[in-house]
């Protein structure tokens, strides 16, 4: 079946260290992704998004690469912080409305 | 400038009985969708709403659960008879347009407890 997953439930960086979270899909045929941030307690919330015809997208302190060859999606967060610690999910549009999910990446930022 | 709102934030019920959730839209916003999220998991879409419609209803089990959107008031997600396995935290979103490249802003979910 067609699924968007993560290659990582885990992730523990230092404060002020560069963040790599990375995610694979299945669906040659999306053209649209996203990367949602979601803290304890909370709804996603949308951070970056990068379009099929793109192979990169930045934003503040945050990166999206695309590689379309090897269906593979990435977000770095420059100099991370402790307000980053959240769980990190990439998401794809299914249909014109249907967003499908990964499991997510959980991120501990030390200090 | 409220954004998506959803109530109660948790909500504990014991096995045969129903869950009601609620979720109040952005402010002009027409276009409600409910995803549900198990532990450990990420979420899943479960049905699509324009006010009074259904539009897809798909990833909604077809037994017990039900979802509405009046023309006047907050969606309603309702579950029957809830089991155990219907303990997860349920998300609504909503959006100006739909299609493609339109914006869900999600609410801070309902986490249902099942006894």
């Known amino acids: 079946g067609e699924s968007v997953g993560l290659h990582l439930p885990t992730l523990s960086v230092q404060e002020g260290d560069n963040s790599i979270i990375n995610c694979a899909y299945s669906?040659?045929?999306?053209?649209?992704f996203i990367w949602y941030k979601q803290e304890s307690g909370k709804g996603p919330q949308f951070i970056i998004d990068i379009r099929s015809n793109m192979d990169k997208r930045q934003g503040q302190r945050v990166t999206v690469l695309l590689n379309k060859t090897v269906k593979h999606l990435s977000l770095q967060i420059a100099a991370t912080q402790p307000g980053d610690s959240a769980v990190y999910f990439c998401a794809e549009w299914g249909n014109d409305y249907k967003l499908s999910f990964g499991a997510g990446t959980t991120v501990t930022v030390r200090a | 400038n409220a954004g998506v709102m959803q109530n109660p934030r948790h909500l504990v019920r014991r096995r045969g009985q129903e869950a009601r959730l609620r979720c109040s839209p952005v402010k002009g916003h027409s276009h409600v969708y409910w995803y549900r999220q198990l532990p450990e998991e990420g979420l899943k879409f479960m049905v699509y709403l324009q006010k009074e419609n259904i539009i897809d209803e798909s990833g909604m089990p077809k037994e017990r659960f039900s979802a509405e959107f009046p023309k006047e008031g907050p969606s309603i997600l309702r579950i029957q008879q809830v089991v155990r396995g219907d303990s997860a935290a349920y998300f609504c979103?909503?959006?100006?347009?739909?299609?493609?490249?339109?914006?869900?802003?999600f609410g801070p979910g309902t986490r249902l407890t099942v006894l």
């Open positions: 979103a909503s959006s100006l347009r739909t299609g493609a490249h339109n914006e869900q802003f």
């Open positions: 669906n040659s045929a999306s053209d649209y």
